[in-house]
Structures are given as C-alpha cells and as structure tokens.
C-alpha cells in the first residue's frame, strides 16, 4: 500500500534536524493535496456519535523540537483523542511507577491480534501483553494516581493537557456515546479483574478510560504531543518537562512496536516512525530528536487506522528524512 503510493517520492535520508520552515510548508502542502481526493476507508460507526464525522475532514500539522508549527487543511477541527490517549497516559504512568512495573505488569508485546481482542489475554495467562491494546489500556489507566475516580480522571486531564500545551476539555457526546456501546470493554475490565490484574472496580476503570478516549483535541495538539515525546519528554511550546526522557524513550519504543496494532511491523518497516492512531481519524507519528505529525482523516482500514493519514505520514517521512532507520552513508575525508 504505502510503497506504491509513494515511489515517486525522493528519499531523504536525514538523521539530524527537521528541514527549513520553507521546505516543511511545501512538502505538507504537497502530502495534503496528493492525498485529498482520496475515498478509500470507512468512518468509524460502532460509536454512534464518530459516524457523523465528515469524511472529507483532513488536516495535517507539523510541529519540530523547536516549537515551529506548520499546518494545512483542517487542523483545528477538534475530534475525540481515543486510543491516541494510551500512549500518553502509558508515559504518564511509566513516569509515576518505572520502567520495570509497567514491563512486568502490563508488558510490553504486541499481540498480533485486533485491538479489542479477548482471545490475546487468554492465550497469555491473562496478561494485557501491552498498554496500546484495549486490555493493557485499561489496566494502565487503572493506575493513574489519585484517591478516587474523580482524581484520576482529573489526573489524566491535567496530563494530557500538560502534553498538548492548553487545558483539553470533555466531549460530552462522544462519551455520553461510548458509554451506551462499550460493552466490549466493559467485558475486558471483568476478565482483567478474574486475572487480578487491576486493583479497583472494573466499571469504574472503564468509565475513567471513556473519558481519556473523548477528550477534545485537533491534529496540531496531537503534533505537540507526539513532538515532546520527540525532545525527551520537554513540550516545545510551554517548555515543561512533562515526563522524563527515558520514559519518553519507552514511550516511543513501545509505539514503534504496538502503536499500530497487527499492522505495526509493516508501518515500522515502510514509514519507520513511532505512531498512534485513533478511531475518530487521528494520528501521531514521531520523529524522535526532529519532531511530529499530527493528523485527521475519519476514513478507516479495517484494522482501524485512518487511511489518509497513513498515506500522507509515508509521503512525508521519505520527503521530509524522518525515517528513524535512514541515514546516509558515511562519506571520509580522502587525502
């Protein structure tokens, strides 16, 4: 899929900094119009409310290191955060309890099977295998701190918020919606508490991960989000250390080998960036050390993963060197 669309592209190998504002507004503008016309995909329709999205919604931003911002089509159309929110409450966490709890509580495998998959925890002795997958969410959000649910709900609102930059606010509707359907997810919580693997009711977890999921966000926020990551855990735009930098390196090892579900060895190998997608259409994909995109597009694959965006992060990592496996060759002084 992405090497037919983009072998016309020049591949830039790059391993130093994101290039000059001029190049990165063009290549942008470039991967928006290649891909705007595009139909293909399918908009999310088992949470009643993510139907009405407009299919032909689609932004796309950059934001580097630095905090130079750059964006084209809808990038302030605000839409649910949804599984986008697990990688950062994952940081979250990790800062809180290390690297060791969270690899030998939650684990950090990619199952290889569906995001909501039932069947990955009973093959695995009830592990969630990782916290990118519904399962390992759930038990990740289930150890955010705070006394009570309304403190750990106020947590993962603040923190988030601290990633984006700005004060994130509820999607009433998306949640009031999720809420009414997640049935599946309320099921996982049961089988993860046979298991013994979260501490607190279960119905209360799934409540607290609803809300994570219907935060508000646009595809600039998420290129903030994914660019502090990229500079060890420093938000280029408040200067805050919102993690440290070996929990936004684990963040970032983690995406690149569960952030795309079944699909993550074949995104890793084509685009080669750590990403995260989201069934309302978002998407992060991070450049470590450079930056990252943010995306929106509702159409989906059938692997829930925005299509537009995926054919647009392939465009730009050859175009822009952002490839974390490409360099160019080593060239020594003769004579």
């Not at 299919?55 to 290191?65: E, Q, R, T």
């Not at 970032?252 to 750590?274: H, K, Q, T, V």
Request: hydrophobic share 40%; charged share 20%.
């Amino acid at each position: 899929m992405f090497e037919a669309d983009v072998q016309n592209v020049t591949q830039q190998a790059a391993t130093g900094a994101v290039p000059a504002g001029n190049r990165v507004r063009e290549v942008i503008s470039e991967a928006h119009q290649r891909y705007a016309e595009h139909t293909d995909g399918q908009v999310a329709d088992y949470i009643p409310i993510l139907a009405h999205a407009d299919p032909n919604w689609y932004g796309i931003s950059l934001v580097d290191v630095s905090g130079k911002s750059f964006s084209v089509g809808d990038s302030q159309i605000e839409f649910s955060i949804q599984s986008i929110s697990k990688a950062f409450i994952f940081a979250l966490v990790c800062q809180e309890l290390g690297h060791e709890v969270m690899h030998q509580r939650i684990g950090v495998n990619n199952t290889g099977l569906p995001f909501n998959s039932v069947m990955a925890m009973e093959l695995n002795d009830g592990s969630p295998m990782n916290s990118m997958v519904n399962a390992g969410a759930l038990a990740t959000s289930a150890l955010i701190p705070g006394r009570t649910t309304a403190e750990q709900w106020e947590n993962i609102r603040i923190g988030l918020s601290r990633f984006a930059g700005r004060s994130l606010e509820l999607d009433g509707e998306v949640y009031q919606s999720e809420m009414k359907t997640n049935f599946r997810n309320k099921a996982i919580a049961r089988l993860l508490e046979s298991y013994a693997r979260i501490d607190i009711d279960p119905l209360e977890v799934v409540d607290i991960y609803t809300r994570q999921c219907s935060l508000r966000v646009t595809s600039t926020d998420l290129a903030v989000m994914g660019a502090t990551l990229a500079d060890g855990g420093v938000n280029p735009l408040t200067g805050e250390q919102v993690v440290g930098s070996e929990v936004a390196r684990d963040t970032l090892a983690l995406l690149a080998s569960c952030g795309l579900y079944e699909r993550s060895g074949e995104w890793l190998f084509e685009i080669g960036l750590p990403a995260k997608s989201g069934v309302s259409g978002g998407m992060v994909a991070i450049a470590p050390g450079k930056g990252a995109l943010g995306l929106y597009s509702p159409p989906l694959d059938s692997a829930g993963n925005s299509v537009r965006s995926q054919r647009a992060c392939a465009y730009l990592s050859r175009a822009l060197g952002l490839n974390l496996f490409a360099s160019s060759a080593y060239q020594s002084a003769k004579g």
